[in-house]
């Protein structure tokens, strides 16, 4: 029997480890955590005859394994899976994983460093209103080998939906999407990629290996870094068509429509979500859609339904005249200032948790110029009130948990004539949650609460 190794019980993990199974494979999965969470995972894995290891690193060299797959949190290049890679081990990601079972069906991978879930859902969404199984998974939160399970005991999907990170993108090898869409590109995640360059050789790469390909013509790197690389890929440009080489090919916006090679498909307003950069997420989401052969009216339909997306400047509830409003997904600096810019000014900003490097300039001249005041939290309070302080903006306090933030935060919103609180962290959740998603919810909860 053939033995498989799984690094990492998240969710991505523990359907690799079930798909494996499925496949035949004698799996083993680890963890360098121990929790009662994990022990119960550990247990129902163990039910289905698969073995957890807590509290444990992979050791290649000690263990009789033929392939490691690797979760999305976990570095590629940690020194235990190159030395698996020294020693012939066969070693991917599990979104390669997941490409190998479903390859049957077409794939769209979406990626960039921002609006890759908007675009995504967007898609998904879509085609679905279109009468079509398409899934989305991936980075949205439903693990890629969650699908493969579901299609070995059914059928396959029409489409694949993925909304694919970096870190899963450099863990695979053959994965070849239909179609390829990137979103925008700004430095993150340079901790675990180290420079620019190599953050975007590696986005290049799943575009490179996409039959076709959708390209934010707005994003300023990409019009400087990619325009040259993919000269007949599908760009798109909210500011329009002028602002295109070869806008038959393109999508762009005209009158207040969103148009794909010369054809209006939806109004823009029928989309509920604010801000420009959704726009675009729009434009991107209809040319899949075009390239794809989907009817404008299910386009249209779909968009006019789309609720929008959770933690991603969600509207939660209005308290006294004020809109409370978690972007709690912003996880970065870029991310952050565009979720400021799409709000009503002045707002209440709720900002910190575990930071990550990068270029603060526009986030801090957006506070200085929409922010009555700015609420602090976790990790990054101190830090973020020296940059506050360099750039001379002082109406910030430091409250450190979210739950002095909230009603604080309604609170200086009466006092100042706030017309909105927003979450918006520009950082990361692990040093007070376990991801992005139970950081939003605790702010919606403590929302209602008022």
């Known amino acids: 029997m053939a033995f498989a190794y799984v690094v990492g019980l998240g969710a991505s993990g523990i359907a690799a480890a079930r798909l494996l199974k499925q496949e035949g494979w004698q799996v083993t999965v680890s963890d360098a955590n121990d929790s009662e969470a994990l022990r119960q995972v550990q247990q129902d894995l163990a039910a289905a005859g698969i073995t957890v290891l807590l509290g444990d690193r992979v050791a290649p060299e000690a263990a009789k394994m033929q392939r490691i797959v690797v979760s999305p949190g976990v570095r590629w290049d940690l020194l235990a899976l190159l030395k698996a890679r020294e020693l012939g081990i066969e070693t991917i990601g599990e979104m390669e994983l997941a490409w190998r079972s ?19 859902s967007l898609i998904a969404a879509i085609f679905q209103a279109a009468g079509l199984d398409a899934p989305a998974c991936g980075n949205i939160g439903y693990a890629a080998c969650e699908v493969a399970l579901r299609d070995r005991s059914t059928h396959a999907p029409d489409w694949v939906i993925a909304e694919i990170s970096s870190y899963q993108i450099e863990a695979t090898s053959t994965l070849s999407p239909k179609i390829g869409i990137w979103t925008t590109f700004t430095p993150d995640h340079l901790n675990r990629h180290y420079t620019l360059d190599n953050y975007y050789a590696i986005k290049a790469k799943l575009l490179n290996q996409s039959e076709q390909q959708i390209m934010n013509g707005d994003d ?12 007949d890929a599908c760009w798109t440009s909210v500011a329009g068509k002028q602002h295109l080489a070869h806008p038959e090919r393109g999508a762009y916006l005209e009158d207040g429509w969103a148009v794909f090679g010369g054809d209006r498909i939806v109004p823009v307003a029928a989309l509920r979500m604010v801000g420009r950069h959704n726009h675009q997420n729009l434009l991107m989401a209809v040319a ?21 997306v959770p933690h991603r400047l969600e509207y939660i509830c209005t308290w006294n005249g004020i809109d409370l409003i978690n972007d709690s997904k912003a996880t970065n600096y870029d991310a952050a200032q565009v979720g400021l ?5 002045p707002a209440i900003l709720i900002a910190g948790g575990e930071p990550k490097a990068g270029d603060d300039t526009s986030w801090l001249a957006t506070i200085q110029a929409r922010a009555a005041a700015v609420l602090l939290i976790g990790n990054a309070a101190a830090s973020f009130s020296q940059r506050l302080e360099q750039v001379g903006f002082t ?5 450190e948990t979210m739950e002095r933030a909230v009603p604080r935060g309604a609170e200086l919103a009466q006092q ?15 040093d007070q949650y376990a991801n992005f998603e139970q950081r939003g919810d605790d702010f919606r909860q403590l929302c209602k609460q008022l």
């Open 395 to 399: 109406q910030y306090e430091i409250v």
């Open 288 to 308: 899949a859609a075009r390239l794809a052969g989907i009817d404008p009216e299910a386009i249209a339909h779909a968009i006019a339904a789309f609720p929008g």
């Open 341 to 345: 810019a799409s709000v009503a000014a």
């Open 416 to 430: 100042l004539g706030a017309k909105v609180v927003l979450l918006s962290p520009a950082c990361a959740s692990f």
């Open 102 to 120: 479903l390859s049957s069906s077409p794939w769209i991978a979406v990626t960039g460093t921002n609006g890759k879930t908007t675009t995504t």
């Open 220 to 231: 300023p790197y990409l019009r400087q870094h990619a325009l040259n690389q993919w000269p």
